[in-house]
């Protein structure tokens, strides 16, 4: 256990669907990240959080709707997904605003869209 | 192009061998990661590098930043150690991954 948790570990979801996508920290950390890893693609960041504030939109469509409560939970709601949505989601948290130091990954939410 | 580089893309050894993992980049950085991907998806953290030398371990990971290029090294490699390592570079308050290197170590 790395300290960030994400949950469901696995999610399977139609087209049509909602969804959402959890993570908490509990590292004191106060910046954190929402990463896309597709099949043979590098990592793709998607949202940061800085301070409760979001900081950066990688140009993520609208399907994709984050929210952080605080600084310990970060939440990524899914609606009317693609298949080609289909992935691996990492959360990452850091200390402060500055990145990489104290970088910390979650295990990931392998999402399926059918 | 993508700014970061990493080469072999691939590599199995045996156990035991010494095992080097390259990265190259082509941006001014300020820092440079090494991650560990396990099959599962789960990322480790492994170095967080600006100059010269880390060694935890039996990784050592080096970077030189005239040329643009970081070294990561196994020694005494174990099946364990099986694992996608990704080279990560923090670039005008980014992060940019490279494509990682699949080490496959063999009993």
């Known amino acids: 256990e790395t300290g960030v948790t994400q949950t469901p570990r696995h999610l399977v979801m139609g087209m049509t669907n909602k969804k959402s996508l959890k993570c908490e920290q509990h590292l004191g950390h106060n910046a954190m990240y929402w990463y896309k890893q597709s099949a043979k693609k590098p990592l793709e960041l998607m949202f940061v959080?800085?301070?409760?504030?979001?900081?950066e939109n990688n140009s993520v469509p609208s399907r994709f709707s984050p929210e952080c409560p605080n600084s310990s939970h970060l939440f990524l709601h899914l609606h009317t997904l693609q298949p080609e949505d289909s992935a691996l989601y990492l959360c990452?948290?850091?200390?402060?605003?500055?990145?990489?130091?104290?970088?910390?990954f979650g295990s990931g939410t392998r999402l399926t869209v059918v | 192009k993508n700014e970061v580089e990493q080469s072999p893309q691939n590599l199995t050894a045996q156990e035991g061998e010494f095992i080097t993992i390259n990265c190259s980049y082509s941006v001014g950085i300020s820092a440079l990661h090494w991650l560990q991907q396990h099959p599962g998806g789960g990322i480790v953290s492994l170095f967080m590098l600006s100059s010269g030398k880390k060694k935890h371990g039996r990784l050592i990971a080096t970077i030189n930043i005239q040329e643009k290029h970081s070294s990561l090294h196994i020694t005494a490699s174990h099946p364990r150690d099986s694992a996608v390592y990704i080279c990560?570079?923090?670039?005008?308050?980014?992060?940019?991954f490279g494509k990682g290197t699949r080490l496959h170590i063999l009993p």
């Open positions: 990452a948290s850091s200390q402060g605003g500055e990145l990489g130091y104290g970088y910390t």
């Open positions: 959080y800085n301070f409760k504030e979001q900081t």
């Open positions: 990560a570079v923090e670039w005008n308050d980014k992060i940019i």
